[in-house]
């Protein structure tokens, strides 16, 4: 017997073998069961997700010799014919290459004869979308009332294109894009079935690859079997399908978040070696960061996979600034849509990847940004922050946040840019690892920042017990004290200090207006406030406002920055 491909033997017999349609399954049960049919149905959908699949179910309900049912025998000389595609009441009509009027003519003038063996006539009309203007006119009317023994059962993937007389005569249902898990469940039940040896990491690779589709799956699947010589190992379906290990995704994230421009590009030519698909390299690296960004901002979240990269996405996480995270996702996706336009398409991979970089914010992410130095790539830095203006020019700078009003609309002659009022510079605080150290001048020496800082900045110092700072927490950020970014800041505070030390976390509903974030909004408040007041004590201000009528927009008022 010649070998029959897995897509076709594992064809679901049954609504019960369906796999991630359970919508369309329950409604069609339904109607089965209790006789509540309707003329004609509409399958949308992408491809490979069950359309013609469940229209022949559909058909096979219709005319089981045991009665019509939501179960059909599977046994009968009916089924048997359906599964076989030899049932002469079921018509299957591509309309990829029957477009024509003819082609539908033909189909309404035989729709009127009584079906030959089953208790309906079923037509199955594939890629409907196909026919001609002339077609779905001719067909409309038969459409709108068949005869009492006919039913039509519409597929397509791109519904867009039909016209609005044929969708509201159908009864339409749209087919969900199946899951990585739920095509890799299946694969899993197949190979199981088939006695064959697979790693679960290569069937994970095959399930993303299938981008939703059970049966390209399953035509992957097959692939790499015989790729494999009979067997499923990640290696081999990794060469197959051109994807690289997560590791090396990993590899450039980490050369990212420590800026170094060359340990990034020795990750792009070490992935070029196995001559990857490079969209498929981007679509992964923004898979990683979206994984990395729930670890930042969820509560609780963990990795799904629980695999050895876990640990590697939790150091990123700490790492990386969830803003940053935000730009090198866009980077990447926008990356993937332009690789068309790339001399090539590594070019435009290593242009991605370079453009992360070159935004990269000069303190973003964990580490301290540092001037780069000769054969290291460049990255953009914030400039230095000017020197205060002379009370004459910011008097001038401060008078261009006024607006003449409508009723006295006045010219008012062009200013520079507005500066601010400055608040003193706080003077720094020593710390003293044998004292009890001040907890904000710690957070700065020990670099705190992203998920660390946030854990940092909302927590109180309250006492040192040897070697241990015990800190407080309100209830609302103890989910932040998780065990591997506690490991992170002991590690940064003991290099601060110069002694390794513990950190032990305790609840306290009372340290909520004590610690660093709130003594900083308190800060900003009174700032703000201060230079609001600057503003509208300043005699140039007062002056525009007396003899054209300006007002001072708040929005336009902020606080100076050192």
Known sequence: MSYQVLAR???PRKFAELVGQEHVVRALTNALDT???????????????????????????????????????????????????????????????????????EVIENAQYAPARGRFKVYLVDEVHMLSKPAF???????????????????????????????SRCLKFNLKRLLPEQISGQMRHILGAENIAYEDAAIAELARGADGSLRDGLSLLDQAIAYGGGSLRVDDVRAMLGSVA??????????LAAGDGEALMAECTRIASFSPDFGGVLDDLA???HRIQLIQLVPGYRPEDNGNDDSALIELALQLAPEDVQLYY?????????????????????????????????DGGGAPAERPSAGTAARATTPAPRAAAPV???????????????????????????????????????????????????????????????????????DREGHTLVLALQPIHMHLAV???????????????????????????????????????TARVAAQSAAEQAIEEDPLVQSLKREFGARVVPQSIKPFEH
């Not at 992408?46 to 229209?55: E, L, S």
């Not at 595609?85 to 299957?92: A, I, N, Y």
């Not at 401060?398 to 507005?418: F, Q």
Request: glycine letters at 8%; hydrophobic letters at 45%.
């Open 392 to 462: 004459a020019n910011e008097r001038m700078h401060m008078a261009s946040v006024a607006e003449p009003s409508p009723a006295r609309a006045a010219p008012v002659p062009p200013v520079a840019a507005p500066v601010t009022a400055a608040p003193a510079p706080r003077a720094p605080v020593a710390v003293d690892a044998r004292a009890l150290p001040h907890w904000e001048s710690l957070i700065e020496q020990a670099n705190l920042r992203g998920p660390l800082g946030q854990l940092a900045q909302n927590a109180v110092l309250r």
């Open 137 to 167: 006119n001719a067909l409309l009317k038969t459409l709108e009332e068949p005869p009492p023994h006919v039913k039509f059962l519409l597929a397509t993937t791109d519904p867009q294109k039909l016209p609005v007389t044929v969708l």
């Open 287 to 289: 898979s990683v960061l």
């Open 246 to 255: 997560r590791g090396q995704v990993l590899g450039l994230l980490q050369a």
């Open 35 to 105: 006789g509540r049919m309707h003329h004609a149905y509409l399958f949308t959908g992408t491809r490979g997700v069950g359309k013609t699949t469940i229209a022949r179910i559909f058909a096979k309900s219709l005319n089981c010799e045991r009665g019509e049912s939501a179960d059909p025998c599977g046994e009968c000389a009916v089924c048997t014919a359906v599964d076989q595609g030899r049932f002469v009441d079921l018509l299957e009509i591509d309309a990829a290459s029957n477009t024509g009027v003819d082609d539908v003519r």
């Open 330 to 362: 866009q980077i990447a996706t926008s990356g993937r849509r332009d690789l068309a336009l790339a001399p090539d398409a590594r070019t435009g991979f290593e242009m991605a990847m370079l453009r992360m970089l070159a935004f990269r914010p000069a």
């Open 483 to 521: 065990e591997p970014m506690i490991g992170q800041m002991e590690e940064r505070v003991g290099q601060a200090l110069g002694e390794r030390v513990k950190l032990r976390f305790v609840e306290e509903h009372g340290a909520a207006g004590q610690t660093p974030a709130a003594r900083a909004a």
């Open 9 to 11: 033997k594992w064809r």
